[in-house]
């Protein structure tokens, strides 16, 4: 990229000095032609009074001061003297005319010298008895730079173009070689870290050093690695976590059956029972993970339709009702009929996780809120609890699967750990948001807001 941006930048500085000297050259000898094309006309203005002062001089017309005259007229200027009666006095021209029609000097310079346009004047000499002759003036239109001092002038304007160009190009070069090397050094630190990162070095970043478009890139590039090395943290703790979650209900299964085949325990009702508990944690703990790979893929299917959230939460709450009186929570409900366009089965499972984890996490004795607000075009629901609380620094991961804030806490502790990460996949599947306020020691709002119509 260095070498590319490099020839690119020196190719637009390069078609840029060609283009400026060939305009400027261009318009200097357009202007500079124009500028001897005044001169010659004013210098053959004069013409008259010259010729008129010669006649003057020498009583008649002295062929060696027209000669003379003829070195002082302008290139290509030909001048025809005639006497009153139309007789041709004399032949006027610039020596150095000759010199630009030989074909040697076509031949070395190159130039076409063919006269396009030609312009013609008859200006008469005045003498003491009145007009004394006549100068039939023939020159071109547009005068070109044939004089010597005229064309070195032109020939060094050109060559300090030529200079200033090299010059430029020279300088051009140097800075454009500086600076794709300063712009593309970032661009490769990103991507050498990007082939670490990519070998599993998830520790790499990169120095964001700019504000401009590059320190954005880098900044978001290590964006990127923390995420993907919080994701490489969650997946491990998500393999860690399932293998816990389904090893602990196997564990159990296994020594009943091992039990039952020892005699140590008689397979009655109660034991097969608890067998059975256990069987239906890992169906649970199934559902839960398909249903949430399901939601996190995009393919779970709502069916909407309309629903009274005071009914579903009620349910919920006497669902509930014997785990919290068991755990001495007390629970107050302010709810008023409140309708939106959902999926009950998803919203019933939304409520319950929530006011399932508010009883989980609260000491015997707390107290449980669920308040139900209807809004002008939402639901709101306000789960709030007593119980220890969240710290600010958890309060962005709780949604992960598996996250715990306490590692230490078992699955009847503590749930599986990825109720929340449902109640966010249904609520966003609602077109609805959740929000979290906490504090440790002083208990949690979960608050969740639903369109009335998605």
Known sequence: MHKKLFLSTIGIILLTLILSIVS???????????????????????????????????????????????SSLPMEAYVTL???????IAKLENPMNAMHT??????????????????????????????????????PTSARILDPQDASFSSEIFNSL?????????????????????????????????????????????????????????????????????????????????????????TSIRSYIEAFQDGVLPADPENLASINEEIGRLVGL???LTELNVADMGALAISPHPIDLKIVIDKVVHHLYPAIQDKGLNISTKTLSAEVLGDEHLLTR???????????????????????????????????DTGIGIPKSAIPLIFERF?????????????????????????????????VESEVGHGSIFTVTLPKGM
């Open 24 to 70: 400027v050259n261009f318009v200097f000898r357009r202007q500079f032609a124009d500028y001897v094309t005044q001169s010659n006309e004013t210098m053959l203005k004069q013409l008259p009074s010259r010729l008129s002062a010669i006649y003057l001089k020498n009583g008649s017309w002295d062929t060696s001061s027209l000669e003379e005259l003829d």
């Open 82 to 88: 005639k006497d009153p009666g139309g007789n041709i």
């Open 102 to 139: 030989h074909t040697g000097m076509l031949n070395m310079t190159g130039m076409d010298y063919t006269v396009q346009a030609w312009k013609t004047q008859e200006l008469p000499i005045s003498g003491p008895q009145g007009i004394i002759a006549v100068a039939e003036i023939r020159y």
């Open 162 to 250: 030529i200079l200033a160009g090299t010059l430029s190009l020279i300088i051009g070069a140097t800075l454009s070689y500086l600076v794709s090397r300063r712009l593309v050094s970032p661009l490769r630190s990103l991507t050498e870290a990007a082939y670490r990162i990519g070998a599993g070095n998830l520790d790499e970043r990169v120095a964001s050093k700019t504000t401009d478009e590059v320190g954005w890139l880098a900044k978001a590039f290590n964006s990127m690695a923390d995420n993907l090395k919080r994701q490489e943290r969650l997946r491990k703790q998500f393999t860690a976590d399932v293998a816990h979650e389904l090893r602990t209900p196997l």
């Open 286 to 288: 199934v559902g839960d």
């Open 350 to 384: 939304l409520l319950y996780n929530l006011i399932d984890n508010s009883c989980k996490y609260t000491e015997p004795g707390g107290l449980i809120n669920v308040e139900l607000d209807s809004l002008r075009d939402t639901v709101q629901v306000k789960i709030q």
């Open 403 to 435: 996250y715990r804030e306490d590692q230490s806490r078992t699955r009847e502790t503590g749930g599986s750990g990825i109720g929340l990460a449902l109640v966010k996949q249904i609520v966003l599947l609602h077109q609805g948001t959740i929000t």
